[in-house]
């Protein structure tokens, strides 16, 4: 098959190529260092302006002369490109996601519709097409609507945290909604959302024939807004047969989710709070998880999600190794806003029980501020360990080294 594969990811592509197929590789710019070790594997390579641009990406196939060969799938790995993949596909008459499948699994009003409709749990939600134009004020607005504070202030469709913050009332959501349009003019249809408390988890597996046929749960160390107030992003994932009843539930509700969804095909990563008996639907993508929840699902249920996601649209057997007995977990490493980088390589790596490291912020590079978006850290640190306890003792370890280390003064 000649497959045009969105995004520059090092075992969607290798899947492919194992497979016998041709490829066709479309990337950002920002991309093109990672391309380098792929290119003269590749059928055709070509940068393209956004993934987010369907006319960006169709007019690079005709630029690099893919479409005279014909294209037999479109398949995204990267969270922007999953909508315009959709779409490409049906245009050239190629296996590709649906593209309502694509938006629904993409745009968050759109998902929590599906989901309501369909009895799932998940937050009351408000959107607002254009936040700056109402008769009134939001808070007023979502009053109405039924919303309770605090309040929840996102892009229907954004990603790593950019554009999401917290309000605790309605004098503070109607600040912080003109302050969002004043700092990002485009952005003026939001998505308002009830807080929902307690843990945030993620589930990320494989989805055959409608049924979720693999399922790694994960709990997050601190719900992913929290990095708006500089917490990294950081989770242990949990072994299947430590905790049985509760992948029993998380099983069941992502069943639900997927269904409601019309997702029956392909990998999904579902973001979900609450516990055992309660727990609520965030969201739920149609491609794997970021940061290094690849890896957990490589070293856990033995399963290349990445790999995965070619596989399953292609309608290929997925391969898969053995089950891991260790627990493992990842920790972002933390900046100091405004300080040189001091910490290296060699000093993250010494810290008992660090597995996989990829450093970012080089040392002597400034740190900017964690607290712009969820993808700012120095690097990502992923841990195993016999126990539970002994995972978050090796994550805070990483974490502190980072601090002690870049603390202003500290030489």
């Known amino acids: 098959m000649h497959v045009v594969l969105i995004g520059a990811r090092t075992e969607a592509v290798q899947a492919l190529l194992d497979g016998g197929h041709r490829v066709t590789l479309l990337y950002e710019g920002g991309e093109h260092a990672r391309v380098a070790a792929l290119r003269d594997r590749l059928a055709h390579a070509c940068a393209v302006d956004s993934y987010l641009v369907v006319e960006s990406l169709w007019s690079a196939l005709h630029q690099v002369g893919a479409l005279a060969e014909g294209v037999d799938a479109v398949v995204s790995v990267q969270e922007n490109g999953m909508v315009p993949a959709a779409l490409l596909g049906r245009q050239l008459g190629a296996r590709a996601l649906d593209p309502e499948l694509a938006l629904r699994c993409r745009d968050k009003a759109v998902q929590k519709a599906a989901w309501r409709a369909a009895g799932v749990p998940t937050a009351d939600w408000l959107l607002l097409p254009d936040a700056g134009a109402g008769p009134e004020p939001v808070s007023a607005a979502v009053a109405r609507a039924g919303l309770t504070a605090p309040y929840v202030v996102k892009p229907t469709a954004g990603a790593a945290t950019i554009g999401v913050a917290l309000a605790p009332d309605g004098p503070a959501l109607d600040a912080l909604v003109t302050d969002l349009i004043a700092d990002a003019p485009e952005r003026r249809r939001l998505l308002v959302e009830s807080w929902v408390a307690g843990p945030e988890w993620h589930a990320d597996g494989l989805v055959r024939d409608g049924r979720p046929t693999a399922l790694l749960l994960s709990r997050y160390r601190s719900p992913l807004i929290e990095t708006k107030q500089g917490t990294p992003t950081a989770t242990v994932a949990l072994l299947p047969d430590q905790h049985p009843e509760l992948y029993r539930e998380v099983t069941a509700l992502t069943d639900r989710a997927l269904a409601a969804l019309g997702h029956t095909d392909g990998v999904f990563h579902f973001e979900l709070f609450g516990g055992p008996g309660e727990f609520t639907a965030g969201e739920l993508a149609a491609r794997p998880g970021g940061h290094f929840i690849g890896s957990l699902t490589r070293r856990v249920l033995g399963i290349d999600v990445w790999a995965a996601a070619v596989h399953l649209l292609l309608g290929e057997p997925v391969p898969a190794g053995p089950a891991g007995t260790e627990v493992v977990g990842f920790t972002d490493i933390?900046?100091?806003?405004?300080?040189?980088?001091?910490?290296?390589?060699?000093?993250?790596?010494?810290?008992?029980?660090?597995?996989?490291l990829e450093i970012k912020i080089q040392p002597g590079a400034p740190m900017p501020d964690m607290r712009a978006n969820s993808g700012i850290r120095i690097g990502t640190a992923l841990v195993a360990a016999p126990t539970e306890q002994d995972c978050l003792a090796a994550l805070d370890q990483v974490v502190d080294t980072a601090l002690k280390v870049n603390q202003p003064g500290e030489e």
């Open 334 to 356: 933390p900046t100091v806003a405004g300080q040189p980088n001091r910490l290296t390589r060699a000093q993250v790596e010494r810290i008992p029980g660090v597995v996989e």
